[in-house]
Every structure is written in structure tokens, then in C-alpha cells.
């Protein structure tokens, strides 16, 4: 118990193509499972997880997005509010991974300027399954200056290292604020925020 | 239009009756090319039996000319009656086709570049729209990050970290403190959570 208090609110991003292991990456991280079974995200969904980082207790909103083409306009007006970004491609699908260029426009398009961005190739527990290697993935990523990870939800390899790295790198350039200040409500679009409960 | 069968059994009876002369009697316009050769021979017995005079062979030389006349219309005219047939059956067949499937081939004609057809009696045929879906997922989200924020405030009253009838303004730094202290009373407390909620409740709107 005494989960009850937090910090800061992070708001996370997934995006990628469809079927590249977005939700699974996320279910990993917020409930420690996973699932074989393949649903299409129906638009846009979210899950909350608390993390402690620096004796801070950041709170991540973190929203999955649908894939699919035809959810681009619903998905795309999420990406003004994240202050990271999660794109994702499967190391064992090659176009999933030529798309990265287009995600990355989609993230200039449509999200915030300072928006830390990730790149995650999931899947990597099937290596015998591998198209994209992992030098490309690293490439890219340097390429664009931003961090990189090869991962596996189902095998539950860097999943958690990733997600704390993108709050960590958040929170680096987060100015500091007095805690207990603001009011915080996770359903409206706004930034960091200090903690004042309603309850807690 | 029922002319064609009607031909071919003409035929296969003028045959069975080895008629040169069934082949006279016969309408123009069914008349085959075998039928001209039936009267040709028939026309050439007869101008035989008439003997050699010179008048004969000039009437039989003007006969055979006319005979393979009436072969080559024959000939002409058949041809084109099979044409005409095979045509006439094409267009009843799309007659046929436009009568029986004639909503979807028309809708297709109409339809733009950038149009799909919608099969209503589908049941899961797309009705809805964008604006609706976009509308519902951000009910659905508020209400989830809403539930999230309840289930939260209900742990705390679970683990008695705050007190039922606590002042709403400085609930934090006091359930802060109260967290150890509590916990032993918060085996009664446990009993009563919804009953707590509801003190909250009418605490917060004082």
C-alpha cells in the first residue's frame, strides 16, 4: 500500500505499425503479462503505472494508439499532449521498420517540438524470425539522435529499462517544482504536474 | 425468333425423305445450300431427259449460273442468320443478367474513385462515424482515467490512511501522519468503506 501519492505526470506515447507489439509492450510494463492472442487496438486506449525515479513518484499515463491507417485521425490528435513517444516496429517485419521514417514525420507533424521520442524494436526473442538487424535499428536511431532498444514483451527483455529511460530522460529536463501545488487531472491535456489530492 | 430449331428439323426431315422436291417447296429463307444442290440435280435429270438440243444446253448453261447464284445468297445468308443468332442470344443473356443482378452492376457505374459499396444486410457493416468513434473513445478514456482516480481514493479509505470524517483541504499531509497510526483501527474501518465514502461525500459539499 501507500501507492497513493505522486509527484509528477508523465504522459507516454506508443505508435508504430499495426501488430508490431504496442499494447503487448505496454501490458508488459503496467500489468507484468502477456498475451497471444492479436486485438487491434480500437483507436486509442491508455494505462496508468506509478514509477519512483530520483525519490519522486512519477505517475505515467501512458496511451496506446491503433496502428491502422484508419485510425490516423483519431490517433494523431494524442500525439500534441505526450511528452514522450515510444515508436515501435518488429524486428521480424521489414516494413514495419521502413515505416519508422514516416512515424517519425507523423511525430514533427503532430507533436510537441521538445516531445522525447524512443525507438524499440520488439520481438526480439525471435531471433530466428529476424529481418531488420540490429545494427540498422541502432542506425536510424542515431541517425535522429534518440535512444534505442531491442525488446521482447513476451520474453520481457528491456521493457521496463525502456519505459524508465524514457520517464528518467523526461524528467531530466523537467524544471523542478514545488510538489503538492497543482491539482492534477489525468484526463485533460495538460503538462507536468505537482500532486494535491482529492483524497490521498 | 423460333425460326433456327425450326430450320433444323426442316432439314433433317428433307433429308429423311431424300427430297429434291421437299427442297422446292421449302420457304426462300430456309433454303441451305444442300437444297440447292438437290435441285440442281434434280434440274439436271430433267434437262437430260429433254435431249441434246443446242436450246437446252444454252437453257441448261443459264440454269447452272443461276443456280450457283442461289447458292451463294444461300451460302450469304445462312452466314449471316448464324451471326444474327449468336448475337441475339449474347444480348438475352444480358438481358437476363441486368434483370436478375441489376442493383449491384448499376451502383458500380455510379460509383466514384473513391467510394465503397456497402452491403446493407450485412450486420457487420460499418455504420458509424469517425466523429462518433472519436466521440465514444474519449468517454471511454475519461471514465477509465475517472475510475482509476476512485479506485485510487478507494485504497486509501481502505487502508485508513484517511480518517472518514477528514477535512478535504488538508487530507494529504494529515493522512500522511495518521498512516501508522491508523492501521490498527482500520480493521473496523474496513467494514464501512462505502459508508465513509459517503461521509466524505457530504463533508466535501459543507
Known amino acids: 500500500m501507500a501507492k497513493k501519492t505522486y509527484d509528477l505526470l508523465f504522459k507516454l506515447l506508443l505508435i508504430g505499425d499495426s501488430g508490431v507489439g504496442k499494447t503487448c509492450v505496454l501490458f508488459r510494463f503496467s500489468d507484468d503479462a502477456f498475451n497471444t492472442t492479436f486485438i487491434s487496438t480500437i483507436g486509442i486506449d491508455f494505462k496508468i503505472k506509478t514509477v519512483e525515479l530520483q525519490g519522486k513518484k512519477i505517475k505515467l499515463q501512458i496511451w496506446d494508439t491503433a496502428g491502422q491507417e484508419r485510425f490516423h485521425t483519431i490517433t494523431t490528435s494524442y500525439y500534441r499532449g505526450a511528452m514522450g513517444i515510444m515508436l515501435v516496429y518488429d524486428i521480424t517485419n521489414g516494413k514495419s521498420f521502413e515505416n519508422i521514417s514516416k512515424w517519425l514525420r507523423n511525430i514533427d507533424e503532430h507533436a510537441n517540438e521538445d516531445v522525447e521520442r524512443m525507438l524499440l524494436g520488439n520481438k526480439c526473442d525471435m531471433d530466428d524470425k529476424r529481418v531488420v538487424p540490429k545494427g540498422k535499428g541502432e542506425q536510424i536511431a542515431r541517425e535522429h539522435g534518440i535512444r534505442f532498444f531491442e525488446t521482447s514483451a513476451k520474453a520481457n527483455i528491456n521493457i521496463e529499462k525502456a519505459f524508465l529511460t524514457l520517464a528518467e530522460d523526461i524528467l531530466r529536463k523537467t524544471p523542478v517544482k514545488e510538489p503538492n501545488s497543482e491539482n492534477v487531472d489525468i484526463s485533460s491535456g495538460g503538462g507536468v504536474t505537482g500532486w494535491k489530492s482529492k483524497c490521498c | ?206
Not at chain 2, 84 to 91: Q, V
Not at chain 2, 121 to 147: G, H, I, S, Y
Not at chain 2, 157 to 163: D, T
Open chain 2, 1 to 206: 425468333m423460333e425460326e433456327p430449331p425450326l430450320r433444323e428439323e426442316e432439314e433433317e426431315e428433307d433429308r429423311d425423305e431424300g427430297g429434291p422436291e421437299g427442297a422446292l417447296g421449302k420457304s426462300p429463307s430456309q433454303l441451305t445450300a444442300e437444297d440447292v444442290y438437290d435441285i440442281s440435280y434434280m434440274m439436271g435429270r430433267e434437262l437430260m431427259a429433254l435431249g441434246s438440243d443446242p436450246r437446252v444446253t444454252q437453257l441448261q448453261f443459264k440454269i447452272v449460273r443461276i443456280l450457283e447464284m442461289l447458292e451463294a445468297l444461300v451460302n450469304e445468308g445462312s452466314l449471316e442468320a448464324e451471326e444474327l443468332r449468336m448475337e441475339r442470344d449474347s444480348l438475352r443473356k444480358e438481358v437476363q443478367a441486368l434483370r436478375t443482378g441489376d442493383p449491384p452492376a448499376s451502383g458500380e457505374v455510379n460509383l466514384g474513385p473513391d467510394k465503397m459499396v456497402v452491403d446493407l444486410t450485412d450486420p457487420n457493416r460499418p455504420r458509424f462515424t469517425l466523429q462518433e468513434l472519436r466521440d465514444v473513445l474519449q468517454e471511454r478514456n475519461k471514465l477509465k482515467a475517472q475510475l482509476l482516480v476512485v479506485q485510487e481514493e478507494l485504497q486509501c479509505y481502505k487502508s485508513g490512511l484517511i480518517p472518514p470524517r477528514e477535512d478535504p483541504g488538508g487530507r494529504r499531509e494529515k493522512g500522511a501522519l495518521v498512516d501508522r497510526t491508523s492501521n490498527a483501527s482500520s480493521n473496523k474501518e474496513e467494514k464501512t468503506i462505502i459508508k465513509k465514502l459517503f461521509f466524505f461525500r457530504s463533508g466535501k459539499q459543507t
